[in-house]
DNA sequence: AGCGGCGATCTGTAGGACAGGTTTTACCGG
DNA sequence: CCGGTAAAACCTGTCCTACAGATCGCCGCT
């Protein structure tokens, strides 16, 4: 056994206290320097371990006032992965529609089982917003934001967030809208708000697959140069 | 616009590198003192923002030799969740079994579509010895080694490495074995290990998803108490 | 009691110093 | 010319000090 580094010794440290209980979401953690002295490394170490547990969604810093404990939910953590995801080339994006297929499409049947009239009316005034809509950005806006309020529907907010951030990265790889593209867009939008209003999770289901695989396979067919995003 | 902090900055400048792809996967970064002096802030805040990228399985530093860009693999990112899921609560944890029950039941209908008799043959192998195991840790192992066999079976390493980090919690929520309890977990895997062998996804698909879900009902009647994972 | 200000505390950042690794270079013997 | 070894250059890991800027809390004043 190698001895083991102090950034792993602080890291260890501030997991331990957060897993026994010690330290409750919310709860602030002692200030660098009390943690610094008690673990036996240098504030310098302690930070460094504070910087891992906060680019992971478990605490967050605000200056001045100290390093809180997050609220250990899954959909935060998962959301931590939306700036790495904006790292990946676009054979990795490909590897990740299917998860997309899978997991919007389990969304949508979840939402046809459970959405309300309300629901419908929120989804259909997006649709009628983007179906009319000339601005190119404005319409990757407006799709994003009908996908993830169906997902939303679900009911279950990891896997929104999963939807939110496998999304976010197809966004970056756009594929041009021709008319025609944009025709068969829109129609497997209406497809998907029809069986959600329906109550058919079944058809839901298969239509948010195939409009998630639509879209896989115009990426596939384009294969368009990554942009940089923000 | 509050102006930006310097770990921000260091952040967004090691960001760009890669993404606009200056820096390859593989590629050595700059030394830090190169970076510091290149982005204009403290060797510290350099340091910080490579802990941030390493933590989310961006990059890796090996001592002495450098810091280097790593595979931008999805499954390499999705892996480093694990670390975050082991201090999420149960309630969490039950939220996430949605997500492994579609996940698992996919993976499932994969591999039979995919497997071969070699592969037949491992799984197999496995249930004999999870099945005449009488050690409760090597029971764990055995089965968290035959739903990952499963899982790589689906041939997508980011779907493996998503079931892996849902299941590495579950296990954190240890369910009484009884001996009622390991018959219908047995019969289970069975189950699965039939479909698949018989080249059916549907049956493995449901036999997949019963399974998972058996192990949800399990952890809400009993609710036990976390054990910290080291 | 309410309020304002001031001090204590905390994070953010910079810079220097050194230990302990790794890689490269230069030198020397064959 | 080649191989091997030792030194030098380089890099990360760690600690220390110092100070700026933000935030919080206490105390005294009205």
């Avoid at 997991?15 to 320097?33: C, K, M, N, V, Y």
């Avoid at 459970?114 to 404005?138: H, K, N, P, Q, W």
Wanted: charged fraction near 25%; hydrophobic fraction near 45%.
């Amino acid at each position: 056994m190698h001895d083991v580094s102090a950034v792993e010794t602080a890291l260890h440290g501030l997991r331990t206290l957060i897993a026994d209980g010690s330290l409750q979401p919310g709860d602030r953690l002692p200030s660098e320097g009390v943690l610094s002295e008690r673990i036996g490394v240098s504030r310098g170490s302690i930070r460094e371990a504070i910087r891992t547990l906060s680019a992971l969604g478990v605490v967050e810093t605000r200056r001045g006032a100290g390093t809180f404990v997050g609220e250990l939910r899954a959909a935060d953590m998962i959301r931590t992965l939306a700036l790495t995801v904006g790292l990946l080339p676009l054979e990795s994006i490909l590897e990740l529609f299917e998860l997309r297929r899978v997991l919007e499409a389990h969304a949508a049947s979840l939402a046809a089982a459970r959405c309300d009239d309300a629901a419908v009316s929120g989804l259909s005034t997006i649709l009628d917003r983007l179906e009319t809509s000339t601005d190119v950005d404005e319409q990757s806006a407006l799709d994003h934001e009908f996908h993830m309020a169906v997902a939303r529907l679900g009911g279950n907010e990891s896997l929104g967030a999963m939807v939110s951030v496998l999304r976010s990265r197809s966004r970056a790889y756009p594929v041009p809208l021709t008319d025609e593209t944009k025709r068969i867009s829109d129609a497997g939008h209406r497809t998907i708000l029809g069986a959600v209003t329906a109550h058919d999770p079944v058809a839901a289901s298969v239509a948010a697959a195939a409009h998630v695989a639509q879209s896989e396979v115009w990426l596939r067919e384009h294969r368009p140069a990554p942009e940089i995003i923000g």
